[in-house]
């Protein structure tokens, strides 16, 4: 049910029934055939086996994906989880395997596959990752039997991959969910809003029942949250903060970026709107503002992203509208001057929702996956492996002179064992993708 089950969510985006005169009775035997019962209990004590067929995956790049995570170390993004079509006509979606993590070297521009061990329980689509100190940190998501609040942690920089369940975390966890965002400050990982169950115990914040959640067989009641929940990591705690001042709807599928010490968040679905609202919250005294840009700005989206590209600018790009079009703008937030800007680009016919986006050190924006039709749409998703790469700040003078070294290879290389070291260990590796370029 991967993502069909999408559709029970994005409610956090749910896919499918979002037509209001639709029934989700007409999605039947495609969701149906991914049902399994919701058991909260079993899964917090039991290994969850994925319930779907087994399939091969491309060896030299990812397979296509939407709903994975993305997050960058150093000069290396990694690429887990979400899901795809299955090839099997009884199923609508397939996970992706829970063991593969793909690499990308965003100086050699070559994908490697790497398979990780440890306890990590399912596959998953719809999580939150995010690289704290060469640390994946990996919460929530949806998986074949439901949502989840479990969180793990992977060292990325260790000898080998190896998945740890972070246990006996003090404090109240957040609610099962999944299409939630995420803010890092001060060595804590600050959680907010999503999709899913309905919280156990006293939560701050508020939870919107969604009524269409009650229509799908055996499955427990979820809704919007626009809660926040604090894990510090050297007191391995969970905590809530008091917040003050306008704070945002419940919301799911929205998109966090941390600038400062200011967590902002834009759009996201809330009941069958996409909103284009632009709040940010102070991580240190923990009031909210709402921010009102005086000019014409993006419009209401969902499943977009929202990437830090400088201290004073936020990149947006792509997204799913309340009229279900999915889109290929991009826009650029200018913190100082509270200002919107359309960012022009040659991937206008790229359109993604559900997509990652990562910046690297040379001031681009690398969006990865997603899908670029209508995933709520009865019609076969159009999930994409393609990787989009946007040059959203000036290109330094190294990358210039490396470039320009690389243009004209068959005359300079006589010269090369001149540089200084890192930068003839930076040249070979764009050149080893030079070399395979049309291959």
């Known amino acids: 049910m991967a993502e069909r089950q999408a559709e029970m969510e994005e409610n956090g985006d749910v896919p499918a029934r979002e037509d209001d005169d639709e029934s989700d009775g007409e999605e039947d ?13 079993d899964e917090e004590d039991e290994e969850v086996e994925d319930e779907q067929p087994c399939e091969s995956f491309e060896l030299d790049t990812p397979a296509e994906r939407s709903g994975h995570i993305a997050v960058v170390d150093r000069n290396i993004m ?39 061990s440890g306890n990590l329980h399912t596959s998953m689509s719809g ?49 099962c969910k999944d299409k939630l965002g995420c803010w890092v400050q001060k060595n804590r990982l600050i959680f907010f809003g999503g999709y899913g169950y309905a919280p156990q115990g006293c939560h701050q914040g508020t939870f919107h029942y969604d009524e269409s959640s009650s229509l799908v ?17 050297e007191t391995l705690t969970w905590s809530q903060p008091i917040t003050t ?13 941390t600038v400062g010490n200011r967590g902002y968040v834009f759009g996201g679905r809330f009941k069958n709107f996409r909103l284009n609202d ?36 936020i990149f947006l790009f792509g997204g799913f509208t309340t009229e279900r079009e999915t889109l290929s703008d991009a826009w650029l937030y200018r913190v100082s001057k509270n200002e919107w800007k359309p ?35 009865h019609s076969r998703a159009a999930h994409s492996n393609k990787l989009l790469v946007f040059n959203v700040q000036p290109k330094s003078l190294v990358r210039f002179c ?31 993708h030079v070399n395979t370029l049309g291959s």
Not at 402 to 420: A, F, G, K, N, V
């Open 245 to 257: 001042g306008d704070t945002p709807s419940p919301r799911a599928a929205h998109a966090c970026a």
């Open 29 to 41: 035997e495609r969701l149906l055939a991914w049902m399994v019962n919701d058991d909260i209990d």
């Open 127 to 175: 999580s939150c990752g995010v690289c704290v100190d060469g640390v994946l940190y990996l919460f929530g998501g949806h998986h074949a039997s439901g949502n989840t609040n479990r969180i793990y942690r992977l060292p990325l920089r260790a000898p080998n991959l190896v998945w740890e369940e972070m246990r006996d975390l003090k404090g109240l966890p957040p609610s």
């Open 78 to 116: 990694y690429v887990w989880g979400g899901y795809k079509n299955a090839e099997n006509h009884r199923f609508a979606d397939l996970y992706l395997p829970r063991n593969e993590i793909w690499t990308y070297n965003m100086e050699s521009g070559v994908w490697t596959k790497n398979v990780a």
């Open 343 to 377: 960012f022009n680009h040659s991937h206008m016919e790229n359109p993604r929702l559900w997509h990652t986006a990562c910046c690297g050190p040379d001031g681009e924006v690398f969006v990865f996956g997603g899908c670029a039709n209508n995933l709520l749409a």
């Open 278 to 313: 632009l709040y940010y919250i102070d991580l240190d005294t923990w009031e909210w503002h709402e921010i009102n840009v005086p000019q014409h700005g993006p419009v209401g989206r969902s499943w977009h992203s929202f990437t830090p590209v400088s201290p004073d600018h």
């Open 402 to 432: 490396m470039e320009t070294i690389l243009q004209h290879r068959e005359r300079l290389s006589s010269y090369w064992d001149c540089l200084p070291k890192h930068l003839l260990h930076s040249l070979k590796q764009r050149m080893s």
């Open 217 to 233: 067989w055996d499955s427990p009641e979820r809704g919007w949250n626009n809660h926040i929940h604090i894990l510090d990591l």
